[in-house]
């Protein structure tokens, strides 16, 4: 295919968010003809953007997509980098859990920001336009149709050579897909909610330490931190609805705080407290699985389209975005052909998406419950020491899923036998150690010389018991 059929090319991007800004740089940069349409208002120029505000953590992953278009650097130097989890007690005792080695890091960036970024980086391209206010009404893949209505109100028929569905978890080119026949689709509301509080500057200075991902663990619940840019933190809160439910009043909220967050109140201030609990209702966390990802090679859905996903391994952004270079070095490798394109697409991102998609759901529980375990931290040093020893051969599920780009389906596969090497080391230590100590408990004993036959054991224990035996 030459560079003029290319030009000839006419793609459609619905939906103007992260992964559907970043997926048009990446199509215009081949000199694809690329419009992308957008149902909100240039966020660059909206007093108020509207959506959702939580941070988001960028990683290895993502930043592999945003180098591959230039951008990466830019993008970095907004962001602030979070070398650990700091989990903070009940008692208000903080303990730090690194990440991974020195070097490495996430960032925590804001979503507002990136978007525009994106958006501005997009239209640096002569032969990319983004359409603001455009709704998508009607989509007809095998046609090549689409129609969109814009701020005019009047319906616009649109024909193009390929339909690029970026437009979130409720998207609508999905749901022209899920018409189709075997096409697969579920999706699943979790019973939690989450809320958005600030922790403000103090003194003009972070209150807490700004290199941080900041968890409140209680096991059914927990409330994490961000650092912003601007000396604040961003705070989350992920709670079963139902408890959500039973605050009722600010004294609710305050009692509730006083209860399981007593450190976070002089850092939120009370009155914030108070007010900002009750701005916003709680909001749901939906995770979508389809297949397939593509029809024919007029049509293929990407990000939270494709896959969303709840947000407690930061991945969600990440996975959007590796969607989207991952459909590019598919397009090197194939010469730009889509009907050779698109299928290989689903068939390699659907069990990476659908597993990233599970271990999202298993962390949540790792971070409100499993980081309050002894044992769990001690299995975090073992595979940290492992790692350390041998960095090819074990790497922990962390790592792989956020420093690497090991397939999301092939980290799961290798955690488990891993975790089965673990259990196996853990149990042959043990059984040594307790041969090795009824050894030595043995030989001391049988110094005293009248325990010579196993009934004067029995004897011995149920007549002295073992305070008499740490005497001798």
């Excluded at 278009?69 to 989890?85: T, W």
């Excluded at 579920?186 to 972070?206: A, F, N, R, W």
């Excluded at 962390?363 to 090819?392: C, D, G, Q």
């Amino acid at each position: 295919m030459d560079s003029s059929d290319i030009q000839r090319k006419k793609i459609a991007v619905i939906g103007g968010g992260l992964v559907g800004s970043l997926n048009a740089c990446f199509l215009a940069k081949r000199n694809f003809q690329v419009d992308v349409y957008e149902a909100r208002e240039d966020i660059r120029l909206a007093e108020f953007a509207r959506g959702r505000s939580i941070n988001l953590a960028l990683s290895y992953r993502g930043r592999q997509a945003l180098k591959a278009i230039g951008l990466e650097d830019q993008i970095m130097s907004r962001g602030i980098p979070m070398r650990a989890r700091m989990l903070h007690s009940l008692s208000g005792k903080k303990s730090a859990i690194s990440y991974g080695t020195k070097s490495q890091y996430i960032l925590s960036i804001s979503r507002e920001n990136l978007n525009k970024d994106l958006l501005t980086a997009v239209e640096k391209y002569p032969n990319a336009k983004v359409h603001f206010g455009h709704r998508l009404l009607k989509c007809n893949p095998e046609e090549g149709r689409l129609t969109v209505l814009g701020s005019d109100k009047v319906p616009k028929d649109v024909t193009c050579d390929l339909i690029v569905g970026c437009d979130g978890a409720y998207s609508t080119v999905r749901t022209h897909l899920m018409k189709k026949p075997r096409f697969d689709y579920s999706q699943q509301y979790i019973p939690h909610g989450y809320m958005e509080l600030t922790i403000p500057p103090k003194d003009g200075d972070y209150a807490m330490e700004p290199n941080y991902l900041h968890i409140w663990p209680r096991n059914t619940f927990m409330m994490i931190a961000l650092p912003n840019t601007n000396k604040s933190f961003t705070c989350t809160l992920f709670m079963p609805f139902e408890e959500f439910e039973k605050l009722l009043t600010s004294s609710d909220v305050l009692a509730f705080f006083q209860k399981y967050f007593p450190d976070s109140i002089p850092l939120i201030g009370e009155q914030a407290l108070a007010q900002d609990f009750f701005l916003l209702p709680a909001q749901p966390m939906i995770s979508v699985k389809c297949s397939s990802f593509h029809l024919k090679s007029h049509c293929v859905l990407m990000g939270d389209a494709a896959h969303a996903i709840v947000p407690f391994f930061g991945q969600g952004m990440n996975a959007g975005f590796e969607d989207c270079l991952i459909f590019d070095e598919l397009m090197d490798k194939f010469n730009n052909d889509l009907s050779m394109c698109l299928p290989e697409f689903s068939r390699i991102r659907i069990p990476d998406d659908h597993a990233i998609s599970d271990l999202s759901m298993y962390n949540y529980i790792e971070m409100r419950a499993h980081v309050n375990s002894r044992w769990f931290i001690f299995r975090k040093n073992i595979e940290r020491l492992l790692h350390t020893i041998m960095p090819s051969t074990f790497i922990p599920l962390y790592t792989m899923v956020t420093f690497s780009r090991i397939r999301y389906h092939e980290a799961v596969l290798r955690w488990h036998w891993q975790r089965k090497v673990v259990n196996k080391g853990l149990f042959f230590f043990g059984t040594l150690i307790a041969i090795g100590s009824t050894y030595l408990l043995m030989h001391s004993v049988s110094r005293l010389g009248y325990l010579r036959r196993p009934w004067d054991w029995v004897t011995y224990f149920q007549n002295e018991g073992l305070q008499t035996l740490q005497s001798h």
